[in-house]
């Protein structure tokens, strides 16, 4: 198999990218040239091949473009030249094919630590004939796939350069390092911050603060050696017989010490099913890498969790289009149990649909359950260490005023069910012992409890039982005869009473009689406490669509992209106590974190708070509080006016 000039072209046109990236004054220093070599996408380059070449090519410590391209081609040949030397040496009866199987020891001399799976998937690409063994040419091209894909398979270099696609929405063919973090999360990474900042230091050489197509493909192969490197460490430590293999214990161990959060077992066990391991069976590294990668792609739900959460997608997906849009998704989480509020719930959304349709696939509604859970175990987190002293541990009274800052109902009776009976048997230790709870126990605990509101939210409906009381006196006050029954003249009395804009807007008169038909089953103009409830669910799924179109309107009135509104709308949510609403008073502390108001600031700042939520009236409005619409109005004409220099000041700075 030739080179052809089109791979030549492309191998050059990476190169001078990389120079330009590099260089100092038009030149660029030999010490700079193992990391232009790896970023150029040459696996583990040899410092020593580098030394030789470029000194035999030059007197000086730097070298300009012409020399550069010269270096870098000389560096292919001798790669190349080396790779035909493995070969033959491989190939010890010089038939001029080297088997399969013999491959993967012959990657290991050039520094590629080669996945099974992946090795699997390449030769079946190159190996035309399907003998199971690779002549030189086919040996070449297999080392040019593993290498321009970064060591992927195939499939995995697909799904990478479409999320990366996905993510360059204005299509400029580069991304903001700062998304880098975000597309890890959107594909189920456990990396925190520090590794993304250094893994995009890393990568973008000359400081722009943004990474091409082929920069991101090398941050997602150094994600990989980071893992890959903190699995052989935990293998070694964890392989207590030294076989290297692991049982499913230590596997789940080790998963955890990635920083997953694995909360039970049989998610890793189900994963490593779908891959086709036996649980019976010890696990090599390529299988405990296949494992954590599908464990990753199922979001690391259990089957009956996909199951549940696919139900939930298909009930709302009345249409059969495939697709929940921004409406129908939070529908769907409540069918699910979740009760965030609906901005929290928006800008969960916005995280997973990074290409702005508006709509979620099914894959993307998974992705968003896992990110309102992950959520729920950062609020769990820091509930234990806002009562941790730094031992990472607590007592169990400790445990118990934890659970009940996050809104857990934890009282003596109820930490039966709350704490496992491992930690029941540390409360019922005898003294001196002092019975303790860890985090990953607290956290676990938490997520038990969090399920189980979950289904008294389903079996009330979609509501709390808070909620399911306080519906039952607004039902009685309505329910004259005492007979269970809101006949249709109170019925009609209540709807003007709840939702007074629609009972008393003849254009909103057919939607309102459409809700009544959907509840009133037998026709008879009444409703019972059931069907109260239902009304209530619709009369909020009503209320909820006209928030997106109100959104929608003051998107278009402002003309803020996309980033910026998920921006803004994370701002707003910082500011906001759960009501969905910011009052004058919060809105101004907001404004006044990023600008010091005085007086007369702060007297133009009501003027123009209430201005603003006056006309916004016309769409739904309140006067006295905004909502998240109403503050994206508020923020252009902040930036329009310039007030107080806010221009300036919420300016990102430029490199």
């Not at 292919?76 to 035909?84: A, F, N, R, S, V």
């Not at 037998?522 to 909020?540: C, E, I, V, W």
């Not at 739904?620 to 004409?637: H, I, Q, T, V, Y």
Request: glycine letters at 6%; proline letters at 2%.
């Amino acid at each position: 198999m030739v080179r052809n000039s089109v791979v030549v072209d492309e191998e050059e046109d990476v190169w001078i990218g990389m120079f330009k990236k590099m260089h100092d004054h038009n030149e660029i220093h030999v010490d700079d040239l193992y990391r232009a070599l790896e970023l150029s996408g040459f696996v583990s380059p040899s410092a020593e091949w580098v030394s030789d070449i470029f000194w035999s090519m030059s007197d000086y410590s730097m070298i300009e473009m012409d020399d550069y391209l010269a270096f870098m081609k000389a560096y292919k040949d001798k790669q190349d030249k080396e790779y035909e030397i493995a070969f033959r040496k491989c190939d010890e009866d010089g038939s001029g094919f080297v088997e399969a199987g013999e491959l993967a020891d012959l990657l290991r001399a050039f520094g590629i630590e080669p996945m099974s799976h992946v090795l699997d998937q390449v030769i079946a690409e190159v190996d035309e004939d399907g003998k199971g063994e690779l002549d030189l040419d086919e040996f070449k091209h297999l080392m040019r796939l593993i290498t321009s894909r970064e060591g992927f398979t195939r499939v995995e270099y697909e799904a990478f350069i479409d999320i990366y696609q996905r993510f360059d929405r204005d299509g400029s063919g580069s991304c903001n390092t700062k998304e880098l973090s975000a597309i890890l999360n959107w594909l189920g990474y456990s990396v925190n911050m520090a590794a993304v900042t250094e893994i995009a230091a890393e990568v973008d050489v000359d400081g722009s603060g943004e990474i091409d197509e082929r920069e991101f493909l090398m941050c997602m192969r150094k994600v990989r050696e980071r893992e890959l490197k903190a699995v052989m460490e935990q293998m070694k430590a964890s392989d207590e017989d030294g076989n290297g293999t692991l049982d499913m214990h230590e596997v789940l161990t080790i998963i955890k010490q990635l920083g997953y959060d694995v909360m039970f077992t049989a998610a890793i066990e189900e994963a490593a099913d779908a891959a086709g391991m036996d649980r019976g069976n010890e696990l090599g590294l390529s299988q405990l890498w296949r494992v954590l990668a599908l464990y990753r792609t199922r979001e690391g739900f259990t089957n009956n969790e996909v199951m549940e959460i696919d139900a939930a997608f298909n009930e709302q997906d009345q249409d059969n289009s495939g697709e929940l849009t921004s409406v129908e998704a939070p529908a769907a989480l409540r069918e699910l149990g979740y009760k965030a509020n609906f901005e929290v719930m928006q800008n969960v959304l916005a995280k997973v649909d990074v290409d702005d349709t508006g709509a979620l696939d099914e894959v993307e509604f998974r992705k968003m359950v896992r990110m309102l859970q992950e959520l729920d175990s950062q609020k769990f987190k820091e509930a234990f260490d806002a009562h941790d002293g730094g031992s990472k541990k607590i007592s169990i009274a400790a445990a118990v005023e934890a659970a009940q800052s996050i809104g857990y109902d934890v009282e003596q009776e109820g930490k039966k069910a709350f704490f496992s009976a491992f930690e029941l048997q540390l409360l019922q230790a005898p003294s001196p012992h002092t019975p303790v709870v860890k985090k990953e126990d607290f956290v676990r605990a938490c997520f038990r409890q969090a399920a189980s509101m979950r289904e008294v939210f389903k079996r009330n409906g979609g509501w709390t039982d808070a909620e399911v009381e306080e519906f039952k006196q607004v039902f009685a006050q309505y329910n004259i005869y005492g007979d269970g029954q809101i006949t249709n003249k109170e019925l009609m009395r209540l709807v003007e009473d709840m939702i007074p804009d629609m009972a008393r807007d003849k254009s909103q008169r057919p939607k309102l009689l459409d809700l009544m038909r959907q509840v009133d089953h037998d026709g008879s103009g009444s409703l019972d406490f059931f069907d109260f409830l239902k009304l209530m669910q619709l009369f909020r799924l009503h209320q909820e669509k006209e928030r997106v179109l109100k959104e929608q309107v003051a998107i278009k009135d402002t003309g803020f992209a996309a980033a910026e509104v998920a921006e803004f709308r994370e701002l707003f949510l910082i500011g906001d106590d759960g009501s969905g609403e910011l009052s004058f008073q919060e809105f101004k502390a907001m404004i006044n974190g990023i600008t010091p108001l005085g007086d007369a600031l702060t007297a133009e700042l009501e003027k123009i708070f209430y201005e603003v939520t006056d006309l916004a009236l016309g769409v739904n409005g309140s006067a006295d509080e905004a909502d998240f619409p109403e503050f994206l109005w508020l923020m252009k004409e902040l930036l329009t006016r310039n007030f107080a220099g806010i221009k300036e000041k919420t300016q990102k700075p430029t490199r």
